[in-house]
Nanobody
Framework: QVQLVESGGGLVQTGGSLSLSCTAS????????MGWFRQTPGKEREFVAS????????SYADSVKGRFTISRDNAKNAVYLQMNSLRSEDTAVYYC???????????????????WGQGTQVTVSS
């Protein structure tokens, strides 16, 4: 079993920054792709950003392009999300996700990910 633990959420003012971290632990498993999704009450979970093993493919939701940056440290089985210029609409629970095996597909699809973290709350106040 693989466990994903997120950290770094919190309360920030509009225009501020936050950095999220997620570390995978548990049985040895490859992590072809890691990503971040978010969800607000009453809405479906939505894609934020993803990155593949070699860092050659990074994808972002249009709503966060130019403001958020995803990165990963394969040696630490970790993925990070640097969030700048935060807006009130970025308020959500942010989930880390991991896909073990290679897939030739768009990594914005949440159904492709095998493991999920418990989520961390990000609140942006005006």
């Amino acid at each position: 079993q693989v466990q994903l633990v997120e950290s770094g959420g919190g309360l920030v003012q509009t225009g501020g920054s936050l950095s999220l971290s997620c570390t995978a632990s548990g049985r040895a498993v490859g992590a072809y792709a890691m990503g971040w999704f978010r969800q607000t009450p009453g809405k479906e979970r939505e894609f934020v950003a993803s990155i593949n093993w070699s860092h050659s493919i990074k994808s972002y939701a249009d709503s966060v392009k130019g403001r958020f940056t995803i990165s990963r440290d394969n040696a630490k089985n970790a993925v990070y999300l640097q969030m700048n210029s935060l807006r009130s609409e970025d308020t959500a629970v942010y989930y880390c996700a991991l896909r073990s095996l290679y897939v030739d597909s768009d990594l914005s699809d949440s159904s492709l990910f095998d493991y999920w973290g418990q989520g961390t709350q990000v609140t942006v106040s005006s």
